[in-house]
Structure formats: C-alpha cells, structure tokens
C-alpha cells in the first residue's frame, strides 16, 4: 500500500500526528512487516526488498534470483500468536445482556467475541497497544424506541483501530482520571478517482469530541496548499464522551507504551537476512568454478573467448604452461554465519514463549528468574485487559440504555502465565495438608494458581465434591462393619445403596462420568 503525502507536521491539518507516534512509526512499519512475513508492496515495490536492498554491480536478474532463495521464518509472529492464546482463556461476568446475545457477531462483521480479543491481544503484543472502539450505527426517522432498534438488528459493536491510525488526541487529567476531549482517526477508504473513472484509496480523518464526529479529508489546491475539506455531515455519536478505549502493553496513558516485541521484530529482520546470506553462500559454493591457466586457442590459433563444457567436447590449453582444472569454494565462512543464525535463534527464545516455562540447560534459578520476567509482563498485560474490557462493556451499556452492574468484567486465569511446581514442591504441599498445618481448600487452590490441573478448575466445588466423596465412604465403612458385626452374609456396596437412595445414585452416576 503506498504511504500518504498528506503532512503530519502541521498543525492546522487533521492530518497532524503527534510527534509521540511520528517518532515510533518505523518501529510500527517494521513490526508490520513482519507480521505479514514480509509479503507484499509498499510504494511499488516488494516489502523484501527493503530489508535486501540490491548490491553494488549486481545484475537484476541475479538479485531477483537471491531474492526468490531468500525465505522469511515468522520468529516474530509465532510467540505473539502463542502469547495471545492464553491471554484468551477467560470468562465474561455480569456482562450486559445486549453484549451476551451478539458474542458471535460483536464488530458487525461476524467476529466472536474470543476470536476479536484474539485479534485485539495480537495488535497489543505487536504494537505495543490498540485503540478498541464502542460505536453504534445511526438511527432512522423510524425508529421510536430501543425495542425498535434490536428488532431492526441496530445494535452496538467493537471495532480495532491500530496504534499508527490514531494520530492526534487530546486529554485531561483530573484526580489521576484521564478524560478524552479531542481524537482523530485516520481511515482508509475506498473513495472514487478524481476523474470519476474507478477508486483510488484514501484518507478519511474523523475528529472525534464528546457527543460528535466530524469528518475530513485533506486535498492540496491549485496554489499548492492543504486544507482540511469537510466529508458528509457532523453526526451525532449518541454518548456524551468519545467512545475509545486505549489496551497498551505497558501503559494505559493514552496512546503510550513501549513495543515489548520490537527486539524480536528486529532480531527477526537479522535472521532473515543472515539465512539469506548463507543459503547465497551454499548456492555460490555448491557449484565448482573452472579455472583456466593460460589462453585457449583453436586450430587456427584464435584466442577462445566462450568456453563450452560437456561430455562430448574438449578444451584447448595453450601448451606453454597451460592448465585447466575446477577449484571448489572452500566455504569456511559457512560454519560462522550458521553459528551466528543459531545465536540469533537462541536470542529470540529467551525473549518469547520458550523460557516461560524455564529450559532444562539452564540451572533451576535462572529458569526461575527468567520465568519471572515473562510472568511480571504478562501480568501486567493481564490486568490492563480486565479493566479495557471493563470500560468497554460499561461503553457497550450506554449504548444501549441498560444498567450497566459495576461487576461487569472479565477474569482471566493467570496460572496459565505460571512455571508448573516440581514433583517435590507438591509433595511438601500434600505433606502440609497432611499434618494438619494448611487446609485441603488452600493446597488445592495453590496447586492450581502453579499450573497443576485444570485452570478453570472451581475450588469450592472440588472441596465439595472430595467431601462428598470422603462422607460416602465412610458411610460405606461404617455400614459394612454393622453388617459384619450383624453377621450378614453380604455387604452392601455403594452402588447398592444408592438404588435406595435415587439423589445418593445420581450424584455417583455425575462424578463417574466426569
């Protein structure tokens, strides 16, 4: 997609950006790139092309040649898809009732409710942060009541906008409580060609204020100046604030926060040009280089400039000292460059998923450090997405008239973030309990809460289900010693006595099948 020529350093256009984004816009370009493994154009030319720029004197068609051997390994977005994912498990709570009858369409573009923080999560861990925004579409004359609005399938919905598309904002701050009094948001959009003959992409800047949006376009005149030139009419958002909600990676100041992946994006870019390098050194390399020792004449003495190598001809050596031979690339630069793409590797894994859980060559405290460092993050990122999603669904409320409950949220299980306990950690735990010093509800809680079992697990309702379990033998027991001391000829089991007791048969017929 070709960049804009829109100014972004003036402030009288819409298109101003603050100089917070303009001096992060690289880093936001080149995290792209590698999220789309560096496919596809920007300005014209091919994205790989920025990172393998052609050399000196090298022919075109051997660039295009390197540039097709050249493979990008999506080192960068793998991990963030992986973090992503846990960042998924999680339960919506007293979620307004108009948000929980569309979770399978909440962007109007039949997106679930998972698979859109999916995609919200992805924006946070590449960019460091999105924008999420609450929006509704406008009202017809028909339409007299909310009734009429559900029936007429008008409805609030999420929409993403990506950090480099909210160029310019204003806030205030009262009491530590960030309030928005002005945003801009760029759009790309589809809009007809000056000539009327076909579209061309371009930008819409809405300038967002508490109850309104105006819309904008910038166009430069015949005296070469830009001006802002209104697009359609103010409209009326339906809310007395602005709709947007800024999710940062490491910050929930609005539109701050740092890329928490920009070295990996980096590191990423390295590696593929590294393997570029050596898969060029193994093509060069692989094929012998004929030497010549001497000029090769034919019959009447002429100097051969073209040399022609098969199985049915033959070369002439000039006889005064002449030779010809093929010499082999020694290659020694070969090991370096694989040794250098291995450290990069490992550089990318302990900066991603693989020492979330420690790495068996490291010792026990290093794991343990190293798995700290990651847990901090992604803790952090834990508790900005509950109170994101808090707001949000509040927004979503107003939307729509509905009492918003100040419960609304979403609970995230954070043991999944958290190194499993080793074998001899919770025999120590079960040897606590044992004798009496914690109780079966805390040992339980703490095993799950370190990634053993299931992380949904519901603690009281397991201490409930062990008790039961607990009371129904010894009642067993205690039965089967009155019928031993009674001297009757058979026992009866559990089951047995549960066909007496249809609650007692249900409950034990439950816990078989779970």
């Given amino acids: 997609m070709a960049e804009l020529s829109h100014p972004i350093a003036n402030r009288a256009l819409v298109s101003y950006h603050r100089p917070e984004l303009r001096k992060i816009l690289p880093y936001l370009q080149v995290a792209r790139h590698c999220w789309h493994s560096l496919k596809g154009e920007e300005n014209g030319?091919?994205?790989?092309?920025?990172?393998?720029?052609?050399?000196?004197?090298?022919?075109?068609?051997?660039?295009?040649?390197?540039?097709?051997?050249?493979?990008?390994?999506?080192?960068?977005?793998?991990?963030?898809?992986?973090?992503?994912?846990?960042?998924?498990?999680?339960?919506?709570?007293?979620?307004?009732?108009?948000?929980?009858?569309?979770?399978?369409?909440?962007?109007n573009n039949g997106t679930d409710i998972y698979s859109f923080t999916t995609q919200v999560d992805q924006m946070v861990l590449r960019d460091g942060g999105c924008y999420v925004m609450v929006d509704m579409p406008p009202s017809s004359d028909s339409e007299r009541s909310m009734l009429d609005e559900m029936e007429n399938d008008r409805n609030p919905y999420f929409h993403i906008i990506q950090r480099k598309d909210i160029i310019d904002w204003q806030v205030s701050s009262e009491l530590g409580r960030q309030t928005l009094k002005r945003v801009v948001y760029r759009q790309m959009t589809q809009l007809p060609a000056p000539d009327n003959k076909g579209f061309v992409m371009d930008a819409v800047y809405h300038v967002f204020e508490p109850g309104r949006r105006t819309q904008y376009r910038v166009e430069k005149g015949k005296d070469g100046a830009w001006r802002n030139v209104p697009w359609g009419a103010p409209q009326q958002s339906g809310v007395d604030y602005i709709p947007i909600v800024w999710y940062g990676s490491s910050s929930l100041e609005f539109g701050m926060g740092d890329l928490i992946m920009q070295d990996v994006a980096n590191l990423s870019i390295q590696h593929y040009q590294m393997r570029s390098d050596l898969?060029?050194?193994?093509?060069?390399?692989?094929?012998?280089?004929?030497?010549?020792?001497?000029?090769?004449?034919?019959?009447?003495?002429?100097?051969?400039?073209?040399?022609?190598?098969?199985?049915?001809?033959?070369?002439?050596?000039?006889?005064?000292?002449?030779?010809?031979?093929?010499?082999?690339?020694?290659?020694?630069?070969?090991?370096?460059?694989?040794?250098?793409?291995?450290?990069?590797?490992?550089?990318?894994?302990?900066?991603?998923?693989?020492?979330?859980?420690?790495?068996?060559?490291?010792?026990?405290?290093?794991?343990?450090?190293?798995?700290?460092?990651?847990?901090?993050?992604?803790?952090?990122?834990?508790?900005?997405?509950?109170?994101?999603?808090?707001?949000?669904?509040?927004?979503?409320?107003?939307?729509?008239?509905?009492?918003?409950?100040?419960?609304?949220?979403?609970?995230?299980?954070?043991?999944?973030?958290?190194?499993?306990?080793?074998?001899?950690?919770?025999?120590?735990?079960?040897?606590?309990?044992?004798?009496?010093?914690?109780?079966?509800?805390?040992?339980?809680?703490?095993?799950?809460n370190n990634g053993i079992g299931d992380p949904d697990l519901k603690v009281d309702e397991e201490v409930q289900r062990i008790t039961e379990e607990r009371n129904t033998e010894l009642e067993f027991t205690k039965r089967k010693a009155e019928a031993e001391n009674a001297g009757a000829d058979k026992i009866p089991t559990p089951r047995e006595q549960g066909m007496k007791n249809p609650e007692l048969l249900r409950a034990m017929e439950s816990k078989s099948r779970e």
């Fill in 45 to 107: 030319k091919p994205v790989k092309a920025m990172y393998l720029p052609q050399e000196a004197k090298e022919r075109k068609t051997a660039y295009t040649a390197r540039m097709l051997r050249s493979t990008y390994v999506p080192l960068f977005t793998d991990p963030i898809r992986a973090y992503a994912g846990l960042l998924n498990r999680y339960e919506l709570v007293a979620a307004p009732p108009s948000l929980t009858d569309k979770l399978d369409n909440v962007d």
């Fill in 279 to 448: 898969v060029e050194l193994i093509h060069k390399c692989s094929m012998p280089v004929p030497v010549i020792k001497g000029q090769m004449e034919d019959a009447s003495g002429k100097v051969v400039q073209d040399l022609t190598i098969g199985p049915n001809s033959a070369i002439h050596v000039s006889p005064e000292g002449g030779d010809f031979k093929f010499a082999e690339a020694q290659g020694s630069s070969l090991d370096q460059h694989r040794a250098e793409i291995k450290h990069i590797e490992e550089m990318i894994n302990q900066r991603t998923l693989d020492f979330l859980y420690g790495d068996s060559a490291k010792t026990a405290t290093e794991a343990a450090l190293k798995s700290a460092q990651v847990q901090s993050v992604i803790s952090i990122i834990v508790n900005y997405k509950k109170s994101v999603y808090k707001r949000l669904m509040r927004m979503w409320a107003s939307f729509t008239n509905e009492l918003s409950s100040a419960s609304a949220h979403i609970d995230i299980n954070q043991s999944l973030f958290t190194r499993p306990m080793e074998a001899s950690t919770i025999a120590q735990l079960v040897n606590l309990y044992v004798q009496g010093i914690w109780s079966r509800h805390r040992v339980i809680e703490t095993l799950k």
